[in-house]
């Protein structure tokens, strides 16, 4: 049986542009299309490949700079055939200018009450839904910082998949309670809890499956190594702005093209890892007893020179 990929994308305003001053159309500029590398180029390649993404988008900026930031992004996935679903950081409740700011910023969902996280996700789906997006049926908190109460809350809201476990973050920002070494679809109540894929890297540490995080061969050894072991799914993640530099002004090419290669690979190998939607992931098997993929030594070391000449030649200001 073949594994699936959820190549999930969070889409986001960040909040280091917000505090800086930008304005929205600056902001967005930054986060959203930073260096002719943003969604318009993830989407291009996706469509080149025939590669389906899950778009993980955060409409709480709306509260600040209106809802149309959030249906310029949701017009774009929409358009080019991808999907919506819900991504939430909280911060942006507490984002007016014009209000001196009374109390320290919450950042993490796990810093609101169970009642509290639930009106969140309401309100998330509401401006998502006047964003043009269709009813979500998928959520991930922002930064990963889930607890028991972000579960329930979820399920409450009546969502029947998240996506925001990752045991290389625990026990902090990620509080889920879930096995810190858990990489396969797990059922949790009534939802489908798809965790974020992880590689060994010694010392009992683990790498999440990011993009601008591990290596392109890293990422084709997990999904090998996740293949062997029957997992039904396998969830890697990337950003809107993870393929620009951190200033937003040009492409990281090292990173473009890593997110380049893979999307060549996946459809090369579409009849062993097809990518799917989060809306078509309704009968999985569950709680398969996969592992992180164990770790190489070879690998790793060419991942660390490789960032390391990344963030010299990309970040490193003249």
């Known amino acids: 049986m073949a594994t699936g990929i959820l190549l999930s994308i969070d889409t986001e305003l960040t909040w280091r542009a917000h505090e800086g001053g930008a304005s929205w159309l600056e902001n967005y500029a930054r986060s959203i299309e930073p260096g002719g590398a943003g969604i318009s180029y993830q989407l291009s390649m996706l469509a080149q490949h025939g590669l389906k ?6 409409p709480l900026p709306a509260l600040l700079f209106g809802i149309d930031p959030i249906r310029q992004m949701v017009g774009t996935i929409l358009e080019a055939g991808q999907e919506v679903q819900l991504h939430l ?10 209000t001196p700011r009374a109390d320290p910023v919450r950042f993490e969902l796990t810093q609101f009450s169970e009642d509290e996280q639930f009106d969140l996700i309401l309100k998330g789906r509401e401006l998502l839904r006047q964003a043009g997006a269709p009813d979500p049926v998928a959520f991930r908190a922002g930064s990963f910082a889930a607890n028991a109460d972000t579960l329930r809350a979820i399920q409450r809201a009546g969502f029947r998949i998240d996506s925001s476990h990752n045991g290389s973050l625990m026990p902090w920002p990620c509080e889920t309670g879930l096995s810190n070494r858990a990489v396969a679809p ?16 010694g ?8 993009i601008g995080a591990v290596s392109l061969a890293e990422m084709k050894a997990a999904l090998v190594h996740a293949e062997s072991e029957g997992s ?7 950003h809107s702005f993870e393929l620009a530099t951190r200033d937003g002004e040009r492409a990281n090419d090292m990173v473009r093209y890593r997110f380049d290669g893979l999307c060549a690979w996946l459809a090369e190998q579409r009849g062993r890892f097809p990518t799917c939607h989060a809306r078509e992931l309704r009968h999985l098997a569950l709680d398969v007893p996969a592992t992180p ?3 190489s030594q070879v690998t790793r070391f060419g991942r660390m020179a490789m960032q390391g000449l990344a963030n010299l030649r990309y970040e490193r200001r003249l």
């Open 53 to 58: 993404a899950c778009f993980f988008v955060d």
């Open 89 to 98: 950081h909280p911060m942006w409740t507490q984002a007016d200018r014009r």
């Open 186 to 201: 797990l059922g949790v109540g009534k939802l489908i809890e798809l965790p974020v894929g992880l590689l060994e890297e």
């Open 203 to 210: 010392g009992g540490r683990t790498r999440h499956l990011q």
């Open 232 to 238: 039904p799914v396998v969830t890697l993640v990337g």
């Open 293 to 295: 993929c164990p770790a």
